[in-house]
């Protein structure tokens, strides 16, 4: 075991493609991978707009169909072990910063004009237990999805990263 | 987003016509690292592709060929992928339903009085030196735009397109015949904001125009 950790250290410099760098990023050196029976959920949101839970299908099968592997020589094909060993993500709940106002859709956010739509998120992946994301908006839920999809690797049919726990707050660096 | 730029933009000149399907592609790629305006050079100097209700003659005589255009269904079709909910069939009603998906605001850019020598073909009264040669000295470039660029650029090639022609701003048949098309355009796009260009002008092709000329002694601007 201890082997093992070791193993997964050297490789960390390696281990994340997230583009752009979110503002706030902290990451762990745990490997978790997805659960087979993985899902995205809503918490406390009465009215999730449609195109809302576009996204979230995209999401889904963006993680399942992206197939990129960790850029290492071997692909991290002498990882198989740990991976397979690692603890497994139940889900990814979404919840809303503010859950009793009106959640307008992405499309609505994203045509309101220059800097009136939040676009903050933040994001956790921990060691045990589900992932969170949290936005006050739609389209900060979207932003927030796009990093989720970045944060994994693909091996033999397994959805992983090195780096749990991961924490991100995110927010666009410049205001108009 | 770590995006740097709340307003982060990605501008297509694009009046040759890419594909439509080319233009989703680009905006799934905008989506992944959360670009959020996407500017749309639609028109240009060489190609008129839009299709505008009510100005449907400038696309037809002005882009590159009957195939090589956007039409108000390909508007909508981008604009809600970067967009998303379906809109009725009954364009362009409803456009405010557009919604964009993608969280991309589409930003149209017709560019005026520059980059308009395309409206030439359906519309030769509205355009001064349309296609005049030598096209080095009608065309329009940033080669003048200020005396501190031109002597930098006494050492470089000037950066001018043909062909020339530029709408006439001095007509007021021009001017109108302009603000209504922008109008017509502005109502294809569910965004609030609208870009008019005026960029790259070319003094010489205004002064070598007689009507624009004459338009602007009668206004006693000369």
Known sequence: MKFSLLHVAFYLPA??????????????DTPIRLASDFSIKFSHIPKIPQDLSDA????????????????????????????????????LTISLSNPSSQLKSISEDAVAGLGVTDESYTLLVPNTGGAILNAKTALGLLRGLATFEQLWFYLDRMIYTLQAPIQIEDSPVYVN | MANPFRHSNLCSSNAPSFP????????????????????????????FALVIP????????????????????????????????????TFPS?????????????MVEIDTPGHSSAIFRSHPEHIACPEATPWAQFAG??????????????????????????LRLASSSTTN?????????????????????????????????KSTQEDLGESCLV
């Not at chain 2, 080319?22 to 305006?37: E, F, Q």
């Not at chain 2, 409803?94 to 589409?106: A, E, F, K, P, T």
């Not at chain 2, 302009?178 to 002064?207: H, R, W």
């Open chain 2, 141 to 166: 470039g940033t080669f003048q735009s200020s005396k501190r660029m031109s002597l930098v650029l006494l050492h470089t090639p000037p950066n001018i397109e043909p062909p020339a022609g530029q």
């Open chain 2, 177 to 209: 015949f302009t603000a209504n098309m922008i109008q017509a355009v502005s109502s294809m796009f569910p965004s609030k904001l609208f870009n008019t260009g005026g960029d790259e002008i070319n003094i010489n092709c205004y002064v070598e125009d």
């Open chain 2, 20 to 47: 439509v399907s080319n233009i989703k592609r680009t905006l799934d790629a905008m989506s992944w690292v959360k670009i959020n305006h996407f500017h749309w050079h639609v028109v240009d100097s060489q190609s």
């Open chain 1, 15 to 28: 281990a994340l493609a997230i583009w752009p760098r979110p503002r706030n990023l902290t990451t762990g």
């Open chain 2, 94 to 106: 409803n456009l405010s339903l557009i919604l964009s998906q993608r969280g991309i605001d589409v």
């Open chain 1, 56 to 91: 979230v299908s995209r999401t889904m099968k963006f993680l399942t169909t992206d197939q990129l592997q960790i850029l290492l020589p071997d692909r991290g094909a002498s990882l198989s072990n740990i991976i397979r060993s690692a603890r497994t993500l139940p889900s």
């Open chain 2, 54 to 89: 009510g100005f449907e003659e400038l696309a037809q005589e002005g882009a590159y060929s009957a195939e090589q255009v956007y039409t108000p269904m390909d508007v909508e079709d981008i604009v809600s992928y970067a967009a998303s909910v379906c809109l009725s069939s």
